[in-house]
T-cell receptor, first 110, second 116 residues
Framework: DAKTTQPPSMDCAEGRAANLPCNHS???????VYWYRQIHSQGPQYIIH???NNETNEMASLIITEDRKSSTLILPHATLRDTAVYYC???????????FGKGTRLSVIA | ETGVTQTPRHLVMGMTNKKSLKCEQH?????MYWYKQSAKKPLELMFV???????ENNSVPSRFSPECPNSSHLFLHLHTLQPEDSALYLC?????FGGGSTDTQYFGPGTRLTVL
């Protein structure tokens, strides 16, 4: 898996968009970008993933730069329940499992 | 029904006990995983099973013994654990383990293990 770099923590005001950056400058052509989040003491929750194109689902949007060296997860209207650790993973090269790093601790503030 | 279930949710055991953690997935997936998450540490991958065959063992001590009788069930047998083994043990599953979008992992709620 390609190494990813994320800020250790971020704050976001409730109701505003939360933009979580991730750097994956060594990503290879067949590696996807995955985002998961983990609310305190629960199992990680899958959010979204993408390869080249921007993606959107009911939870979030994923913006991947054209050179694929970085991406941004966007939570359009953050709520208090979005407070969690967000993990960005760039992976899958055949038979290698995804590797979780330290992630970004997002605190949504009322 | 949620996709991945784990039992028990909480477990307290002594160092001489033998216990087992159970994971079941209802998603029709072929790959299953055990992770360990200690306090304030990233998730550590322990074992991976693909089509019931173990494909990964990340230098896990032998006091942890996995078992995968079929693609839907995964066990982690515990014996003579140490207090430093206290952690959240998470199970996950994915459609496949070999490339592409189907590697997306879905996690269970975890078992909070305390070793006294």
């Amino acid at each position: 898996d390609a190494k990813t770099t994320q800020p250790p923590s971020m704050d976001c005001a409730e109701g505003r968009a939360a933009n979580l950056p991730c750097n994956h400058s060594t990503i290879s052509g067949n590696e996807y970008v995955y985002w998961y989040r983990q609310i305190h003491s629960q199992g990680p929750q899958y959010i979204i993933h993408g390869l080249k194109n921007n993606e959107t689902n009911e939870m979030a949007s994923l913006i991947i730069t054209e050179d694929r060296k970085s991406s941004t997860l966007i939570l359009p209207h953050a709520t208090l329940r979005d407070t969690a650790v967000y993990y960005c993973i760039a992976g899958n090269s055949g038979n290698t499992p995804l590797v979780f790093g330290k992630g970004t601790r997002l605190s949504v503030i009322a | 029904e949620t996709g991945v279930t784990q039992t028990p949710r909480h477990l307290v055991m002594g160092m001489t006990n033998k216990k087992s953690l159970k994971c079941e997935q209802h998603l029709g997936h072929n790959a299953m995983y055990w992770y360990k998450q200690s306090a304030k540490k990233p998730l550590e991958l322990m074992f991976v099973y693909n089509f019931k065959e173990q494909t990964e063992n990340n230098s896990v001590p032998s006091r942890f013994s996995p078992e995968c009788p079929n693609s839907s069930h995964l066990f982690l047998h515990l014996h003579t654990l140490q207090p430093e083994d206290s952690a959240l043990y998470l199970c996950a599953s994915s459609q496949d383990f070999g490339g592409g979008s189907t590697d997306t992992q879905y996690f269970g709620p975890g078992t909070r293990l305390t070793v006294l």
